[in-house]
């Protein structure tokens, strides 16, 4: 069995400010980071190399500094990293991003589709969760979203839970599949040092626009058809009323119940 | 049971001088034809410097035979010292320029840094030596076998609140070293350890100060960059080493920072408002006017000197930089000196993995460096201090004038460890520093938005690493000190209310205050997850 996860590096934005005039991320002093929901990927993946000795490849398509991110999941246990770089890939949106990295994903296999490929639900920096279905479509491989419990068999016979709005659907089916991962799915494990060590010798795979051989009109920002307008910060919202109940705390209870019996939120 | 790790040399602590003795022993090794040894360097910081923390304006004569010319071409730094003035600040209003200073206390021309990236950029040079860097890894204890120190442990991970494996459970690693480099800063653990047990302590017990620091930034146009101030007097007593600074870093980012001794007598102290109150008066007022607070941090200064200095060697291993308590104590300048060890660690430790030995000529070969002899020559500077500000300005004058000479006796003073020493609460003393409090702006956030801005975080689901020896104690200790640890935390984690104490690990800045200043001596401070704590980018 043969598992690819796909990983991305993003700036922490734990610590993130926006630039008031372009309304740009201030990336000084941002630190880069596995997308967090990759994480939760990253661990399903090594949890199927764990039971059933499947062979995971980690991608990650980005600049060289991306690197980082790889050996980290080299360290956790990946047995190969692919990066997919080029200044060719500049630019690309999500529609760009999904061929690009469906074409890396098979160059990566051999010319073959994996078993299974697995990403976080969506990136913290953009949000827009599109890569992983996108690629889902160009591998024309069934998806499965939100999986937040993933049971998976030998013969590759699946069951997921996955987190709906209207509740939990529980999916079976046959790999090969595509599946995105929410965060309830694990908890990701740390390397070991010697995981580390390990994976600082490593090698690495970098792939470019003509490895993967990619339609050069297809890939980045000629690829995309995504125009972006302008870029503003969402309107501030005004801060909510305080109750100081550090004092007396039946008194704070009391006022939030009148505040809510207000609203007619409770009776 | 997981592999055992094997490295010639394990540098404990990736800041100045534990980068600095990595890079010294692959550049010395090369230089002498030799293959360059196994070293491996480790940090409890999640990524390179985000536990370290200074000023910071840099003697450059610490690079000089550690980095190339283009290397310290190249630092990162925006400015360098222009301008710079010593100011003594009488009350909130007043201050008086000093007219005339010892020229060795001059930096004009030095570059003006922040610390973590300078340690990121020398992690970068260690790098591409072939020197193994792993941060997010604490070492939480050595390894000692028939006299001699052959290694050392990693932290477990992913241990719940009680103690407990969870699913994510990483067990501690086992590294085997010929040579074991302690390299873990001001009031490292593993360090006290080892000279409390071994008995390698200097004349005089280490003294320190917390130094807190704020990065500010400032409307273009309104500053000078490169224009640097120090200060001493207000909001410090009298009888108190404390001082600031204020360092134009570039034209729109300003390091304002107060440091205070930790053996000040009076409970009712506290230092973070005393930071606050620094950054109100008018003296700092104008340098930072319309400014906005955006990092924050703090962490202990050895300030003993000299005399505090404990042996630097134990068989097998070998302390460098801050931890052996290497500062100039008239400047409070360390960076230097710190690399100047680390580069004479590299002699040592490469004379010993060639030969079996010459790791116990280090202390000697420490002893030639310019920093060594700096410290010499201000030896009784912070002793004299303890006597208060008067009396430790002329003896730093008369030092400076007789190449340390005078006074030639060892100055009483500082004879005892910060704990001790500290006066009974007094309650009108403390009403009294409450009534006076600076009004909040974005120049002026409160101690739990700073806390926020140092980034320091911490997995809420592990055992506490803040632990406290007898909780009966802190009844008594609050009873006669009112719980001091509620004021000299920088970062607001202790809280002691009705005989229960609450201790907000997670806000903790690794700044070791309360392990040295708790009257009681009531606290451990033990390493949490390998990973955790502040998160500089910026300090």
């Known amino acids: 069995m043969h598992v690819v996860v796909c990983i991305k590096q993003v700036p922490d934005t734990t610590n993130v400010r926006i630039n008031p005039k372009t309304n740009t991320l201030m990336r000084e002093g941002v ?28 991608v990650t398509m980005g600049p060289p500094q991306a690197t980082v991110i790889l050996r980290e999941a080299l360290a956790r246990g990946a047995d190969d990293a692919v990066l997919v770089s080029s200044r060719a890939f500049g630019g690309a949106d999500t529609l760009a991003t999904s061929y690009t990295i469906s074409m890396a994903i098979r160059k990566a296999c051999g010319g073959k589709t994996p078993d ?30 939100y999986v937040q419990a993933l049971r998976l068999t030998a013969d590759g016979a699946y069951e997921v839970d996955s987190q709906m709005d209207d509740g939990l659907h529980v999916v079976q089916g046959k790999l090969p599949a595509v599946m995105t991962v929410v965060k309830e799915a694990s908890t990701p494990r740390f390397a070991s040092l010697a995981g580390w060590m390990k994976a600082a010798k490593a090698p690495i795979t970098v792939l470019d626009e003509k490895a993967i051989e990619a339609d050069p009109i297809r890939i980045g920002l000629k690829g995309s058809p995504t125009k972006v307008v302008t870029i503003f910060p969402p309107p501030v919202k005004g801060g909510g009323e305080k109750v100081d109940a550090r004092e007396n705390a039946a008194d704070g209870v009391k006022a939030i119940v009148e505040f809510l019996e207000k609203k007619g939120l409770v009776k | 049971m997981s592999e055992v790790i094997k490295t010639d040399v394990l540098v404990i602590g990736a800041g100045p001088s ?148 969870k699913s994510n459970y990483l067990p501690s690693e086992e590294i085997r070293a010929k040579v074991v ?115 924050y941090g703090a962490k202990v200064i050895p300030e003993g000197g000299y005399y505090a200095v404990p042996k630097t060697y134990y068989p097998g291993c070998i302390i460098v930089g801050d931890g052996a308590g290497l500062l100039d104590s008239l400047r409070i300048k360390g960076v230097h000196i710190s690399l100047q060890s680390g580069q004479a660690a590299a002699t040592a430790i490469l004379a010993e993995l060639k030969d079996g030995k010459g790791l116990e000529t280090y202390p000697e070969l420490l002893k030639q460096t310019s920093g060594w002899k700096e410290m010499k020559r201000v030896r009784n500077v912070r002793a004299s201090f303890s006597k208060g500000m008067p009396v430790g300005i002329m003896a730093a004058g008369l030092a400076w004038m007789t190449f340390g000479a005078f006074p030639f006796w060892r100055v009483g003073g500082c004879d005892e460890p910060d704990h001790e020493g500290l006066k009974k609460f007094d309650e009108n003393a403390y009403k009294k520093e409450m009534a006076s409090d600076v009004e909040a702006s974005p120049v002026q956030p409160d101690r739990l938005t700073d806390v926020f801005m140092s980034g320091t975080n911490h997995e809420e689901n592990q055992p506490c690493h803040i632990k406290i020896k007898n909780i009966s104690k802190c009844a008594e200790c609050k009873e006669k000190y009112g719980a001091p640890c509620m004021r000299f935390c920088p970062a607001e984690a202790y809280r002691y209310e009705e005989g229960n104490m609450q201790i907000d690990f997670s806000n903790c800045l690794h700044c070791k205050t309360c392990r040295i200043k708790c009257p ?10 390998g990973g955790d704590g502040p998160r500089y980018t910026r300090m």
């Open chain 1, 31 to 58: 630190e880069s980071i596995i997308n967090p929901f990759d994480e939760y990927a990253l661990e399903e993946g090594l949890k199927v190399k764990d039971s059933l000795g499947a062979r995971l490849t980690v």
């Open chain 1, 116 to 145: 299974l490929v697995l990403f976080g639900k969506q990136a913290i920096d953009g949000d827009t969760a599109q890569v992983g279905p996108g690629v889902s479509e160009f591998l024309d491989v069934p998806l499965v979203t």
């Open chain 2, 181 to 295: 480099v302690l390299a873990e800063g001001g009031a490292g653990i593993l360090t006290e350890k080892l000279i409390n047990e071994k008995n390698l302590k200097g004349v005089r017990p280490q003294t320190y100060a917390v130094g807190i620091k704020e990065l500010i930034d400032v409307p273009a146009g309104t500053q000078t960059a490169g224009e640097t101030m120090h200060t001493f007097g207000y909001p410090s007593d009298m009888g108190t080493y404390g001082g600031g600074f204020v360092y134009h870093v570039s034209e729109t980012q300003v390091m304002v920072g107060y440091v205070y001794a930790l053996d000040y007598r009076k409970a009712e102290k506290d230092p973070y408002r005393m930071f606050r109150q620094f950054k109100a008066t008018a003296a700092v007022a104008s340098h930072i006017k319309d400014g906005k607070s955006v990092a």
């Open chain 2, 520 to 529: 009681m001596e009531n606290i451990e401070w033990t390493f949490p997850q």
């Open chain 2, 18 to 165: 534990g980068l600095a003795t990595a890079i010294s022993i692959a550049r010395k090794a090369k230089a002498a034809g030799d293959e360059v040894p196994r070293v491996v360097v480790l940090d409890k910081g999640r990524s390179l410097g985000s536990h370290v923390l200074s000023g910071a304006i840099v003697d450059p004569s610490g690079f000089t035979g550690l980095l190339t010319d283009e290397e310290i071409e190249k630092i990162p730094c925006d400015a360098k010292c222009v301008k710079e003035s010593f100011r003594f600040i009488s009350s909130e209003k007043k201050s008086s320029k000093i007219p005339w200073v010892p020229p060795m206390m001059s930096s004009e021309g030095y570059p003006i840094v922040s610390l973590t990236k300078l340690v990121a950029y020398l992690g970068g040079i260690a790098s591409k030596e072939g020197i193994e860097i792993y941060t997010g890894y604490a070492v939480t204890s050595l390894i000692e076998e028939d006299g001699r120190i052959v290694g050392a442990r990693t932290g477990e991970k992913g241990l719940d609140k009680d103690g407990k494996k």
